[in-house]
């Protein structure tokens, strides 16, 4: 049974920092591409980063320069690194693992941007 289980989500102050894990298991980890997707109230689910088998990186203007994406192999976990938060960083925090044929989400995790 394939999981995605993400943590490190709470309530942060603007300018602060966070570090969202996703820790998988039941997939061959090192062949996945993994992501990190937001879904604010409203809004649609948008890609944040994402991290390929590789270790090529790429992410949303928005968070460039800001969040960081990166992963451990050994672990079977992905993370993203969120400096410098903003309000509209406020979201659901979802993990996606993916790879020809399959794909796996996470069930998500609050990132709350408040003063």
């Known amino acids: 049974q394939v999981q995605l289980v993400e943590s490190g989500g709470g309530l942060v102050q603007p300018g602060g920092s966070l570090r969202l894990s996703c820790a998988a298991s039941?997939?061959?980890?090192?062949?996945?591409?993994m992501g990190w997707y937001r879904q604010a109230p409203g809004k649609e689910r948008e890609l944040v980063a994402e991290?390929?088998?590789?270790?090529?990186?790429s992410s949303a203007d928005s968070v460039k320069g800001r969040f960081t994406i990166s992963r451990d192999n050994g672990k079977y976990t992905v993370y993203l690194l969120m400096n410098s938060l903003k309000l509209e960083d406020t979201a659901v925090y979802y993990c996606?693992?993916?790879?020809?044929?399959?794909?796996?989400w996470g069930q998500g995790t609050q990132v709350t941007v408040s003063s």
């Open positions: 991290i390929a088998r590789d270790g090529s990186r």
């Open positions: 039941g997939i061959i980890f090192s062949l996945y591409t």
């Open positions: 996606r693992a993916w790879a020809a044929g399959a794909e796996y």
